[in-house]
């Protein structure tokens, strides 16, 4: 039983993506893809500029961004938008005073 839970503890410390607060998921690696992603045309932004509801407006409207047409990869668009949304201002890997 030891083996076991050993085995298992292994699995989730280096198998799991990241889970912010509350059991959100963020794909692992998604912080780099915005800075990559993003950072290709603009400044990044810190997640905490915005609010959740104030990303996902963004994110679902790339193809009139700032201007410009920045559809991304399916993938990709929801990796950035689920890293955005967990560090928003009000996101739940946000902590509050």
């Given at each position: 039983?030891?083996?076991?839970?050993?085995?298992?503890?292994?699995?989730?410390?280096?198998?799991?993506?990241?889970?912010?607060d509350g059991g959100f998921q963020v794909p692992a690696g998604a912080e780099a893809?915005?800075?990559?992603?993003?950072?290709?045309?603009?400044?990044?932004?810190?997640?905490?500029?915005?609010?959740?509801?104030?990303?996902?407006?963004?994110?679902?409207?790339?193809?009139?961004?700032?201007?410009?047409?920045a559809t991304l990869p399916e993938k990709t668009r929801a990796d950035i938008e689920?890293?955005?949304?967990?560090?928003?201002?009000?996101?739940?890997?946000?902590?509050?005073?």
């Open positions: 039983m030891a083996r076991f839970a050993m085995a298992l503890g292994a699995l989730l410390l280096f198998a799991r993506p990241a889970l912010a893809e915005t800075i990559q992603e993003c950072g290709a045309c603009h400044t990044v932004l810190r997640p905490l500029t915005h609010k959740m509801i104030e990303w996902r407006a963004i994110m679902d409207d790339l193809s009139d961004h700032m201007g410009e047409d689920a890293y955005l949304i967990a560090n928003a201002s009000d996101g739940p890997n946000t902590r509050h005073q």
